[in-house]
């Protein structure tokens, strides 16, 4: 099945840049996606590129998307508090009906 | 804000008890999805469906069962709860037709412990 590799930890400094890493499997991916998950809540959408986009720019998010390696990132610049979440990369299959979803990537801001 | 529900927020039962963790979504999506996450934090698809009367299992076997009688519902038990039951259950839904992003709306999710 599709398999999403993500790294596990990150801890940031406020204000600096933080840049969490993801390969994905499945070439014929539509859509590759990135959701935040707040302590004790449920996941939620950041943002999302089409795989025929190498980057995309969304006020501090930047995502790459690098096909030939499977190779996806997310980039928040001026990290703050409030970005102190777990991260998941995600990508669809079956026609975007389903999502498959990384390990998760857990980032701590430090004031 | 997304608008999907679910309950009990946290439970804590017996091993051999019978539960069900309610799943409802007022934005008139076909699709819908449960989700069990482990605590190294990993998510596995436990069972989906595509619109009323439709369920399948997902890519992680699960002893749970689910039904959907309704659009806005979609209810996941356990029979007979065990400790190895024990997780996190995250509900989510999906507007249907094979077109747009895919994104997924989740609830805040069913804190299962079984002892």
């Known amino acids: 099945g599709e398999d999403v590799e993500q790294s596990l930890f990150l801890s940031v400094r406020e204000g600096d840049s933080s840049v969490i890493n993801c390969t994905y499997t499945d070439s014929s991916s539509t859509y590759l996606y990135w959701y935040k998950q707040e302590p004790g809540a449920g996941l939620q959408l950041l943002t999302y590129?089409?795989?025929?986009?190498d980057m995309k720019q969304d006020q501090r998010l930047t995502v790459l998307l690098n096909k030939k390696d499977k190779h996806l990132s997310l980039r928040i610049a001026d990290t703050q508090t409030g970005d102190s979440a777990i991260y998941f990369c995600?990508?669809?299959?079956?026609?975007?009906?389903?999502?498959?979803f990384g390990k998760g990537n857990q980032v701590v801001v430090i004031p | 804000e997304a608008d999907i529900y679910q309950t009990p927020r946290y439970l804590v039962i017996g091993t051999g008890k019978k539960i069900t963790l309610e799943c409802s979504q007022t934005m008139g999506h076909d699709k819908m999805y449960w989700y069990q996450q482990d605590p190294g934090m990993e998510l596995h698809l436990i069972h989906y469906?595509?619109?009323?009367?439709?369920?399948e299992k997902g890519d992680l076997s699960s002893e749970s069962t689910v039904s959907r009688i309704r659009t806005e519902h979609f209810p996941l038990t356990l029979e007979s709860a065990r400790p190895s039951h024990t997780s996190q259950y995250l509900c989510?839904?999906?507007?249907?037709?094979?077109?747009?992003?895919?994104?997924?709306?989740f609830g805040e999710g069913s804190r299962l412990t079984v002892l």
């Open positions: 469906s595509y619109g009323v009367n439709s369920t």
């Open positions: 590129i089409f795989s025929n986009m």
């Open positions: 995600a990508e669809s299959y079956y026609g975007n009906n389903r999502l498959a």
């Open positions: 989510a839904s999906a507007p249907g037709g094979s077109g747009g992003a895919g994104e997924l709306f």
